[in-house]
């Protein structure tokens, strides 16, 4: 049984107010929990564009330090309020645009989260991705979901191998993680010794 059938009051009302208990996006963040969340044990991590912060959840457990960034005004409320009380300490969240605020925070991280993110960059802000903050950390996990054949894919980086020439263009080992999902695909890039 996930983890997350036991967490407080309070880290289920931040829950519930983005994602209704057993839907599609809670399951989602078990799984991300079970196979995904133990990469970054004793990372310092950044979650590039972490909406609600949900992500949080499951990485608190093993992280060294999280840092969620958010520029959407509405998400980053709902989690800067509850984050606050949920994690002293550890836990920073940034509202803001997160390619700008990794451009200036180069060294000061050595882990990336990419869920559902890369698609979102436009292509200036994957150019300083690829030559400022790729090189700045070691390791990365692409999160993703795969298109079903019925939606149109409009974009390159909703495709898992066009994030795997990314990161491989930037110096990084890529691996499939074998996470067992039908819908969703993770990739490990860790960066390659010199
Ligand atoms: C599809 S959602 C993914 C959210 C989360 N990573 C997850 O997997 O549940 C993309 C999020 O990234 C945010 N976003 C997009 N571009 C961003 C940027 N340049 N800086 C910070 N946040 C960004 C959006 O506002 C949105 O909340």
């Known amino acids: 049984m996930s983890s997350l059938e036991n967490w407080s009051t309070l880290q289920k009302q931040w829950i519930g107010k983005v994602y209704q208990k057993k839907s599609k996006e809670?399951?989602?963040?078990?799984h991300f929990e079970e196979r995904i969340a133990p990469f970054f044990s004793c990372r310092r991590v950044v979650d590039v564009g972490c909406?609600?912060?949900?992500m949080a959840l499951p990485l608190c457990k093993c992280v060294s330090h999280y840092t969620g960034v958010e520029m959407d005004d509405v998400y980053y409320a709902q989690t800067a309020e509850t984050a606050k009380m949920l994690f002293p300490g550890r836990f920073?969240?940034?509202?803001?645009?997160?390619?700008?605020?990794?451009?200036?925070?180069?060294g000061d991280y050595d882990a990336l989260l990419l869920s559902c993110i890369l698609y979102h960059l436009p292509d200036l802000d994957l150019e300083l991705m690829a030559t400022v903050v790729l090189p700045s950390v070691d390791f990365a996990?692409?999160?993703?979901?795969y298109h079903r054949p019925t939606i149109k894919n409009t974009y390159a980086l909703e495709k898992p191998e066009n994030n795997r020439k990314l990161f491989e263009s930037c110096g990084f080992e890529v691996r499939n993680s074998s996470i067992e999902h039908p819908d969703l695909f993770c990739l490990i890039c860790e960066r390659k010794p010199k």
């Open 26 to 30: 809670w399951r989602r963040l078990a």
């Open 141 to 145: 996990v692409v999160y993703g979901r």
């Open 92 to 106: 920073d969240f940034v509202h803001g645009d997160a390619v700008k605020y990794l451009t200036t925070h180069v």
């Open 51 to 54: 909406n609600a912060g949900l």
